[in-house]
């Protein structure tokens, strides 16, 4: 899954939420956690979520919803392969945008 979100600084657990098609309760509950997820908080506890955040949700995300990875493992894995994991996770969203631009081609023949 490749989140779409326009570019700006801070987003609201209700944007990040609907932008992975869940509950703003499992972002809630990543957050708690998964120490890689830090929200700024305003003064009244509303969560704002940066590009940073984003990213490390997109990771656990493609770790837990789409690869089957327990939390434990998840958890494990970010903290001992971050670095690799977040290779391969780019090299996979790159392949998947060029596999819907080839789509679009064909559908255009």
Known sequence: MHVELP???YYSIGE????????ASLIRFWEKEFDVI???KNAKGNRKFTPEDIKNLEL?????KER?????GAKT???????????KFDLIRKLENI????????DQL
Do not use: R, W
């Open 38 to 40: 830090k929200p700024k």
């Open 68 to 72: 089957g990875f327990t939390l434990e």
């Open 77 to 87: 894995h970010l903290k001992e392969n971050k670095q690799e994991t977040i290779n």
């Open 99 to 106: 596999k819907a631009q080839l789509q679009q081609l064909k």
């Open 7 to 9: 570019e700006k600084l």
């Open 16 to 23: 990040v939420a609907d932008a992975f098609g869940v509950n």
């Open 60 to 64: 656990i995300y493609h770790l837990v």
